[in-house]
C-alpha cells in the first residue's frame, strides 16, 4: 500500500494532482478541501490510499490519516465504492460525518449523490461502529461560508475553469444540471486568475445548502 506521497505539485485540477515524486508524477484524485491546499510548484505530503481494479489502479489523496482512513472504513458499507465514499468527503469533513452516522442523521448523508434515504440508512446500520466517536466543534462543508449565487454570464473568461469545476462535480456524482448552475452561481467569485479547486469547494457549499 502507498500510504502518503510527498513532492512538489507539478499540477492541480478541479479533481486531480500531478504530484513530482523523484522525476515520477503521480496523478492522485483528492477531495476538493485536499486540492485547495495544494500549491502548484510547492512540495506537499499526501495521505493516499491505493485503489485496485481488474483494469486499473488509482490513487486517491487526503489531508491527512483521518481523511484516508474514514474513506476506506466507509468503503465497508453497502453499495459504497470510492466514488461515493470521496464524495461523501467532498460533502462533510470526517468528523460531521462521524456525527451523522452517530445521530442517525440521514438527511445529511442523503445531500451525498448518490446516496438516498435507504443507502443512508444502510450506511448508519453498518458504519456505526466503524467511525469512531466523533468530536465536538467541526461543521458540515455545506454549510460554511460563501457568497450569494452569481449573475455573471459566461464569458472568455469562465471558458478556462468553469468546464473543470463543472466535471469535477460530475465526477463527484451530480448531474451535469446541478454542475452547471453551481459553477453559474460562483461565477462571480471567479476573479481575473480563477483557483479552480477553490470555486470547486465554494460550489460544493451551495450544492450542500440546496
Known amino acids: 500500500m502507498i500510504a502518503?506521497?510527498?513532492?512538489?505539485?507539478a499540477s492541480?485540477?478541479?479533481?486531480?494532482?500531478?504530484?513530482?515524486?523523484?522525476?515520477?508524477?503521480?496523478?492522485?484524485?483528492?477531495?476538493p478541501a485536499t486540492l485547495a491546499a495544494l500549491r502548484v510548484g510547492e512540495t506537499a505530503t499526501v495521505a493516499t490510499s491505493l485503489v485496485v481494479r481488474e483494469d486499473s489502479l488509482t490513487l486517491f489523496g487526503f489531508a491527512d490519516d483521518d481523511e484516508r482512513d474514514v474513506f476506506e472504513r466507509a468503503q465497508s458499507a453497502s453499495g459504497?465504492?470510492?466514488?461515493?465514499?470521496l464524495a461523501m468527503l467532498a460533502v462533510h469533513t470526517p468528523n460531521t460525518l462521524r456525527m451523522a452516522v452517530a445521530a442517525e442523521d440521514t438527511a445529511a448523508l442523503t445531500r451525498v449523490p448518490g446516496i438516498g434515504k435507504k443507502g443512508a440508512?444502510?450506511?448508519?446500520?453498518?458504519?456505526?461502529?466503524?467511525?469512531?466517536a466523533p468530536l465536538e466543534g467541526d461543521d458540515v462543508l455545506g454549510t460554511g461560508g460563501g457568497t450569494g449565487a452569481g449573475t455573471a454570464a459566461v464569458s472568455a473568461a469562465d471558458a478556462a475553469w468553469r468546464p473543470q469545476v463543472v466535471n469535477g462535480l460530475?465526477?463527484?456524482?451530480?448531474?451535469g444540471k446541478d454542475a452547471e448552475a453551481a459553477a453559474a452561481a460562483v461565477a462571480d467569485e471567479a476573479g481575473d486568475q480563477p483557483d479552480v479547486a477553490g470555486l470547486l469547494r465554494s460550489a460544493l457549499r451551495k450544492l450542500s445548502r440546496a
Open 4 to 9: 502518503f506521497l510527498t513532492g512538489r505539485v
Open 121 to 132: 440508512q444502510r450506511i448508519v446500520l453498518e458504519l456505526r461502529d466503524k467511525l469512531g
Open 12 to 31: 492541480r485540477g478541479a479533481a486531480v494532482a500531478v504530484i513530482d515524486v523523484g522525476g515520477v508524477g503521480m496523478s492522485v484524485q483528492c477531495t
Open 170 to 175: 460530475v465526477n463527484l456524482g451530480w448531474s
Open 80 to 85: 459504497v465504492g470510492p466514488r461515493v465514499a
